[in-house]
């Protein structure tokens, strides 16, 4: 693939286990249904891009067939880098209206067994996009075939429980495999020096175009996040991946005076602890934290041991809003967050935080994040639908908890800050 440059050196990106899936489904369906039997897949990946991904090796008997992907992350290796993915494919009826899909993990892919995950218990931990790429992969091939029938479709991963067991996916209740990922299908370049490159050359975009705010967004879907508010600038929104304190020293180099940092309260609780690098291999605090700040705002033994006893935050918050201690927990969070962030920025930069979970839109915001989002908006968002959101200063909310904006305590007809866009990868 064409991969960005840093000091004259191209890095080279890969792709993901979600691609080699969707790739070797496809290239598994063209041999059932076609005959054909593809020495390599092109694959259009969500993010837009193309891949030709080689197809390892194919197999058919009679109404089955398999193929296989090896992963290759590029110059970012993880420990799923050189396995071979496969795609089993089985005939179980033909005929009948259309085709019909059943989609599961065989050997080497986990099965998710805790709730708050983006799959539900029992399933395969294939995530979202991959299953979407994986499905249509296979329609189309169908389609261009004529075929109609019942089809088993089934995802494998050699060696991948074993790869497993040094991931977070235990930790996460996800047993017997990795996780089949993905959200653009290519596996960026991670290493500091050239992530950090890509961040100060952004910024530096910025800061030349005379841009004095910034946000900064761990990922993909902390960017999505920012676009379901239809009037927040995307040219103002840098990905920075897990590197927030170097993103937000170089912001303060480069003479920015406002930066909102947005995204997936799993990777932001961090920000809590210290943890200006918030990779997993530097440590995942993000139960710990919880645990902590609702031990500060009140939590008994049993609440505590139910936040630490979660696999996700998603799961965690859930704890702690049936205990009625929500609210206070992430007001506590986001005071220490805010320290953190501040302290990294320096003086002369007003920095915020605000973060989100699944279902329940913005669970937390420093004082500084609703003037700062204005600001940068150029006045409300229109998805916050709140009146006094430009100035912070909702007329319910609560007093004692001003980092929580809850839509139910909201004047009639605001919906507090904006829709919940799709869940953040956690841990990683």
């Not at 067991?165 to 653009?184: D, K, Q």
């Not at 239809?230 to 170089?250: H, Q, S, T």
């Not at 961090?270 to 918030?278: D, Q, V």
């Not at 805010?338 to 839109?361: C, I, K, Q, W």
Request: proline fraction near 5%; charge should be negative.
């Amino acid at each position: 693939m064409t991969d960005r440059p840093t000091e004259g050196k191209p890095l080279r990106r890969g792709w993901t286990t979600g691609s080699c899936a969707a790739a070797a489904a496809r290239a598994a369906a063209r041999l059932l249904f076609a005959g054909e039997a593809a020495e390599a897949v092109r694959l259009r990946t969500p993010g837009g891009a193309v891949l030709t991904l080689p197809v390892e090796t194919l197999e058919r008997r009679g109404d089955t067939a398999s193929c296989g992907v090896r992963k290759d992350a590029g110059d970012d290796p993880d420990v799923t880098h050189g396995l071979v993915v496969f795609a089993d494919l089985s005939v179980r009826e033909r005929g009948g209206e259309g085709l019909r899909l059943t989609l599961t993990g065989g050997e080497g892919v986990g099965t998710v067994t805790l709730p708050g995950l983006e799959q539900p218990v029992g399933e395969a931990a294939i995530n979202r996009v991959p299953r979407r790429m994986i499905q249509e992969g296979i329609r189309e091939e169908a389609e261009r075939a004529g075929f109609a029938g019942a089809v088993l479709v089934s995802v494998r991963v050699p060696g991948g429980e074993t790869a497993a067991e040094r991931t977070f996916n235990p930790r996460l209740g996800i047993v017997g495999g990795i996780s089949i990922l993905g959200t653009t299908g290519i596996v960026e370049p991670m290493s500091e020096s050239a992530f950090t490159a890509t961040i100060r050359a952004e910024l530096s975009v910025l800061a030349a175009a005379g841009e004095q705010g910034v946000i900064l967004t761990p990922g993909n879907y902390g960017r999505d996040f920012l676009r379901e508010m239809e009037a927040v600038p995307d040219r103002l929104a840098v990905k920075c991946g897990n590197f927030l304190g170097e993103a937000l020293g170089m912001a303060a180099e480069l003479g920015f005076r406002r930066v909102l940092i947005a995204g997936h309260l799993g990777k932001l609780v961090k920000l809590a602890g210290g943890m200006l690098n918030t990779h997993s291999r530097y440590g995942d605090c993000r139960m710990e934290l919880l645990c902590a700040h609702a031990a500060l705002a009140g939590a008994g033994q049993e609440v505590a041991r139910g936040v630490m006893a979660s696999a996700t935050t998603v799961q965690g918050a859930g704890v702690l809003a049936e205990a009625g201690l929500l609210e206070a927990t992430m007001a506590s969070l986001a005071a220490r967050i805010e320290e953190t962030v501040s302290r990294r920025a320096g003086p002369g930069v007003a920095a915020g935080v605000m973060a989100y979970l699944p279902g329940a839109g913005v669970v937390l915001a420093t004082s500084r994040a609703p003037a700062l989002l204005a600001e940068l908006c150029g006045g409300v968002p229109r998805k916050t639908g709140c009146p006094d959101f430009s100035q912070g200063d909702c007329k319910e909310k609560s007093a004692e908890n001003p980092s929580i904006f809850d839509p139910a305590k909201h004047p009639s007809g605001c919906s507090g800050f904006w829709d919940t866009p799709k869940e953040e990868e956690e841990g990683r």
